[in-house]
């Protein structure tokens, strides 16, 4: 009926057979024992919202309204102390080792309780996943190390990624921006290391955390081509925190200023420089594009997953609502109207979860989870204990890991992977951010007056979901770079970024 | 919102203007803190001296004996700066219809008194208000009734103010009465009739508010947009940003288009003009979320944060979303009207 080279010809046909489904090729080359540690991920998820985030969620709110610059160490040490800032860290770099996508999942629980407290842990694994996608073996091993020392001495040690500056939001994101923006932070050679200079804002978890992924850049004239990645501890000369927002939800994460005024980085501290970048395969400037790509494909991933939180927070407080609540004589519930109301929601939620899960199949396959998701890394991750890794960790600090990391990871990622992640993952941020709203929006429908109140939860919600659209790459952005990742590829004629 | 050639309008839209230009944008940040910060007495008593909470009372009554047209308009240039302000001169600014969601205190007649106890939820204003209209059912009775009630009565007891999504310096508290003295207001058992009545006509009240943030949310956005840079150039020459402000400024054109001739169809007591104010307040509510949404997306994190305007008006334009009752229900009572 059809002939192999038939199949083959038809499948490659736009819309693409890899373009289209990720889930069904990722699948069965998972190890089985994802599902179980999967599920046993959500459990304690649920156990820890039930425990910690569910009594405190308002009451933090409420004492950020009151006063917007408290810091909410009290539940950043509780994380701490369940082991959720080392949970996702590889075994090999002194972490649990869970199955990385299994984070989104979790962010999806906590997500749905409160998107300020799944920020003060996902953040940090935002700060994690831009310090690995500089594959610097030693940095990374160094604090992921700190990261679980932190864990067990009952000081958290949290991880912020710096980028955003006060004059380049969206530039700072793509490198077609990056050489016309207003691009500030200057990390300028000098002996022995950089010396910075500059001011980055809206940095999530930045007065919480101990270390910070900085993206600066050795000349403001080119910066796409001098992109500087290093690592600053909090107390370093030369190095402040600025201002605390005051934001209108998500208050409980502080998004804060961080101010460089002749702060000297010394080399040992350097994740990644121009000059490393230009021995990548695809020379400096598509590199430093890679590497946001490869980073934000499981980041946006990420941002799916809460919004995905907060359409399952809106609608779980909507149907509780009308679950008790009598209109015109008979329970909500019972009205036909209120019924396709909660379906839609109901609908909004899932459609958001596959979103973010079929981008991570993607990832699986294709991306930032592909390694440590084969068989054989997983299930010898899974079972050699931490002990026999720790041994071994001193390996991590030789230049050759770091290189073998380079060679398979950048340069061993096909432009077709790139795109293919890539673009699903911000599908999943825009379509999963934008249900949330939504939900928040037919939560607060059906309410009425009831859910204008601080006290039922869900005008927190609403106010808390914004953000989802903005940070992470607005959805604007997002928009383009699904048009550039999975569209435009197909049509040489398209231009991005340059109208 | 249009004034037309009507003198008085342009007057009243001069003054509603500049007032909310003074005396309420350069402290909306500060207003809003409430109840965590002081209230905003000052402005209060400058837009009680300007008349404009009697706009629409009758002269025989003290007030300017102006319509709807007039309220609207006063409304409309407030919340474009501080909707909150807008929400006190609201005659009635309640978020229940007590027909639909029962919020009722159970009321009980003595002598040539009525005595009211039980929880009454999230009434506006009531924090500093002296009186307070609350609706109460008589034992025995069906459908319920309305009470005037004095609010330093020792026999209600009032919670701390509310925090709510929305219109934080016009909070609401929760009352609980326990044999409170009340009048009642017109007959027993005809607080549904009045309610409607009411909404009828306030609705496009609300409508105006709706309107006003739009307005607010549109101009702030646009004026930043031509300030802030992306990619060397000024956002607003992208043309995805000239999309959206498009699609916020064609919104605020309607919304002024449709408040104006609902308030004509209202003021001239035109057949039919309870589906006019109330079709035009559905729809606004509806569009002033989207708009103000988009009106923090163009200006980015900056939008998120209260230095500017835009994330209260997100706020403010959802909570006045449910003014006079559940959204969805507005809609049904819409439909059930013409079915009959």
């Known amino acids: 009926m059809i002939s192999r080279k038939e199949i083959k010809s038809l499948i490659n046909m736009s819309p693409k057979f890899d373009d289209m489904v990720n889930s069904l090729q990722s699948a069965p080359k998972l190890p089985k024992a994802m599902v179980k540690e999967t599920q046993k991920v959500i459990a304690i998820a649920r156990k820890f919202n039930r425990e910690v985030v569910r009594p405190s969620v308002l009451g933090l709110d409420l004492k950020m309204h009151e006063n917007p610059n408290y810091l909410p160490w009290e539940f950043v040490e509780k994380a701490n102390e369940w082991g959720f800032y080392t949970m996702w860290i590889p075994k090999m770099f002194g972490g649990q080792g869970y199955n990385q996508p299994s984070m989104a999942y979790f962010a999806e629980e906590i997500a749905s309780e409160c998107l300020a407290m799944a920020n003060l842990i996902g953040v940090h694994y935002l700060g994690m996943a831009s310090l690995s996608a500089t594959f610097n073996t030693r940095m990374i091993n160094k604090i992921a190390r700190e990261v679980a020392a932190g864990e067990k001495n009952q000081t958290p040690c949290l991880i912020s990624l710096a980028i955003t500056e006060p004059g380049a939001g969206t530039d700072v994101e793509e490198v077609d921006l990056l050489d016309k923006g207003n691009i500030t932070c200057h990390a300028e050679k000098v002996p022995g290391g950089y010396k910075v200079n500059g001011t980055k804002v809206f940095i999530s978890n930045g007065h919480l955390s101990a270390w910070h992924i900085v993206i600066a850049y050795s000349d403001l004239k080119k910066p796409s081509e001098n992109t500087v990645t290093f690592a600053v501890k909090t107390g370093a000369q030369g190095f402040s925190f600025g201002r605390k927002e005051n934001k209108m939800g998500q208050k409980g994460c502080p998004a804060s200023e961080l101010i460089f005024k002749d702060c000297f980085i010394p080399d040992e501290n350097v994740c990644l420089t121009p000059r490393e970048m230009e021995n990548f395969k695809r020379g400096n400037k598509a590199s430093a594009m890679q590497m946001i790509h490869y980073v934000v494909s499981v980041t946006r991933a990420g941002v799916g997953a809460f919004g995905a939180g907060a359409a399952r927070g809106a609608y779980e407080k909507a149907l509780k609502f009308a679950s008790e609540t009598k209109v015109n004589g008979k329970l909500l519930i019972n009205h036909e109207w209120a019924q396709c109301m909660l379906a839609e929601m109901y609908k909004n939620i899932a459609l958001a979860r596959l979103s973010y899960v079929e981008t991570n199949y993607a990832n699986g396959i294709y991306g930032f989870y592909k390694n440590l998701q084969s068989k054989p890394a997983y299930y010898y991750n899974k079972v050699v204990p931490s002990k026999w890794f720790d041994r071994f960790s001193s390996m991590m600090d030789k230049p050759f890991m770091t290189n073998l990391f380079r060679k398979r990871q950048m340069d061993g990622q096909t432009d077709e992977e790139i795109n293919r992640t890539s673009g699903w993952g911000s599908l999943s941020k825009f379509a999963a951010t934008d249900m949330g709203i939504k939900n928040c929006r037919m939560a607060l429908d059906l309410m009425g007056q009831a859910g204008l109140r601080h006290d039922r939860g869900v005008e927190k919600i609403y106010r808390d979901a914004k953000l989802l659209q903005i940070y992470e790459g607005t959805n604007q952005l997002n928009r383009l770079n699904l048009f550039n990742c999975l569209i435009a590829k197909d049509h040489p004629q398209a231009v991005v970024f340059d109208e | ?340």
């Open chain 2, 1 to 340: 919102m249009i004034a037309g050639n009507d003198k008085e309008l342009k007057l009243l839209d001069k003054t509603s203007s500049e007032f909310a230009k003074k005396e309420l944008a350069p402290f909306r940040e500060e207003n809003d803190k409430y109840p965590f910060g002081p209230f905003f007495e000052t402005a209060l008593k400058k837009a009680y001296e300007i008349e404009f909470f009697h706009a629409t009372l009758p002269e025989a009554l003290g007030g300017i004996g102006q319509g709807m047209a007039a309220l609207s308009l006063i409304l409309f240039n407030i919340c474009r700066e501080d909707a909150s302000m807008g929400d006190a001169f609201i005659a009635f600014p309640v978020f229940n219809n007590p027909s639909e969601i029962e919020n009722l205190a159970a009321a009980e007649k003595k002598a040539d008194i009525y005595v009211l106890s039980g929880k009454v939820e999230y009434v506006v204003l009531s924090g500093i208000a002296a009186h307070a209209l609350i609706p109460g059912k008589i034992a025995g009775q069906s459908g319920f009734s309305f009470f005037l009630v004095s609010l330093p009565d020792s026999g209600i007891e009032k919670s701390p103010p509310v925090l709510s999504l929305g219109l934080h310096a016009c909070s609401a508290v929760d009352l609980k009465l326990e044999n409170a003295k009340g009048v009642l207001v017109g007959k027993e058992g005809k607080g549904a009739d009045y309610f409607e009545q009411m909404a009828d006509r306030m609705h496009v009240a609300a409508g105006a508010m709706s309107a006003g943030i739009m307005k607010g949310s549109f101009s702030e956005a646009f004026e930043y947009t031509k300030g802030r840079q992306q990619g060397g150039r000024e956002i607003i020459n992208w043309s995805e940003v000239r999309m959206i402000l498009a699609d916020m400024a064609v919104a605020v054109a309607n919304a002024e288009m449709m408040i104006s001739r609902a308030c004509q169809a209202v003021d001239t007591d035109e057949k039919g003009w309870q589906a006019c104010s109330r079709a035009a307040a559905i729809t606004i509510a509806d569009t002033a979320c989207q708009v103000t949404a988009d009106g923090i997306q163009l200006l980015g994190g900056v939008g998120y944060m209260k230095d500017f305007g835009q994330e209260k008006r997100y706020r403010d334009a959802k909570h006045i979303q449910a003014l006079l009752g559940i959204a969805p229900l507005k809609k049904i009572r819409f439909i059930e009207s013409m079915i009959g």
